[in-house]
């Protein structure tokens, strides 16, 4: 039996509305009965294989899920963003779920959360963030939300494009979907300012993986503080380490051992995340050295274990997680009701929280 489609749209445009059970048996020229019993594995069913091909097809074709409930069927909403992340194993991150989560309920939404290890592409939990965003899309959320815990260039998976979605403190690497991410640069200019305002003038600087967005931006922003002072980065005062606290420790130990005498010696760090500070004040303290009165130390992330609880307390710059969360969440609003958005790409600024190190 030759396929119909009686609504005479094509297949994308049945998409878009949603598609029913109806609109496959349509498509495929059986009845709805047959697709139910097809879909459903009913083994006993006397149903043709050339049929259950052809049903299996418009499913395909048609982009057919199950239904998630006659309300979102007959609204077409169903009051439903998606979020899918990797973010529930991370420890400070969360902020983001819960500045979306504030910002939907503002909204009257709703957010449905589906873990995800985005960068384990290749080991056992490889296909997760695919089947992720498949079962969302399956409950017919109006959107999706795609969040990672550090700023990075991400490749979203094809069926994210089914219905509008915004990246939170990511991008996309393929350059289509919009994104909102931390003003890497402007907060790696305020560290440095603040720096500047305490007398210093020859900072050393503790750097991530030099390669990745949030070095590269801080790491420019504090060349920016310096040219504004009239003022150079010296190289030899910026080490490069792992982004943790033995990083951190290894690259402060290069830099000091650098200037054992005094003489040339940086009087402040600029370490690129806290973890990094953290190590930095073992080595500065092993030295007979002081916090703040020989070198002051700046952090960023405010990663809060951390920096609150370190003494002195570390001065430092916080990324903007829950307001990057809602602001995805405004995006995503925008969008699904048709309206333009401000930008394909958001920056969000990083205050700066003032404690006991400088």
């Known amino acids: 039996m030759a396929k119909s489609n009686p609504t005479g749209k094509p297949a994308g445009k049945l998409r878009q509305r949603g598609v029913t059970m109806t609109d496959v048996a349509n498509y495929a020229g059986v009845s709805r009965t047959a697709v139910s019993f097809v879909l459903s594995n009913r083994e006993n069913a006397s149903i043709s294989g050339e049929t259950r091909n052809r049903i299996n097809e418009a499913v395909h074709t048609l982009g057919y899920r199950p239904n998630a409930g006659a309300r979102a069927l007959a609204s077409q909403r169903s009051d439903w963003y998606g979020i899918v992340t990797e973010i529930v194993t991370a420890p400070f991150a969360v902020d983001i779920i819960k500045g979306a989560q504030d910002q939907a309920w503002l909204d009257r939404r709703f957010l449905l959360i589906a873990p995800s290890d985005q960068a384990d592409a290749v080991g056992p939990n490889q296909g997760l963030e695919d089947a992720a965003i498949e079962k969302l899309l399956e409950q017919r959320v109006e959107g999706l939300l795609y969040a990672a815990t550090y700023h990075r260039g991400v490749h979203v998976p094809k069926s994210a494009g089914e219905v509008p979605t915004v990246l939170i403190n990511c991008f996309d690497a393929d350059g289509i979907l919009p994104s909102i991410v ?85 009087t402040a760090l600029f370490c690129l995340n806290d973890r990094m500070a953290m190590g930095a004040y073992d080595a500065i303290k092993e030295r007979g050295l002081t916090i703040p009165g020989d070198i002051a130390v700046i952090g960023f992330d405010n990663q809060e274990l951390i920096a609150a609880y370190l003494r002195p307390k570390l001065t430092t710059v916080a990324l903007p997680f829950e307001k990057m969360g809602a602001l995805g969440v405004q995006t995503l609003a925008a969008l699904t009701a048709g309206q333009p958005i401000a930008a394909d790409q958001q920056l969000v600024d990083c205050p700066l929280l003032e404690r006991s190190s400088v």
């Open 182 to 266: 931390p003003d890497e640069r402007a907060g790696g200019r305020l560290a440095v300012e603040r720096l500047l305002r305490a007398g210093h003038t020859r900072i050393g600087v503790i750097n991530l993986d030099p390669d990745i967005p949030a070095a590269v931006g801080r790491l420019q922003g504090c060349r920016d503080a310096l040219a504004d002072a009239g003022l150079e980065l010296d190289p030899e005062l910026v080490v490069s380490g792992h982004a943790t606290a033995d990083g951190g420790y290894e690259a402060a130990c290069e830099i000091l051992d650098r200037y054992p005498a005094g003489a040339g010696r940086p």
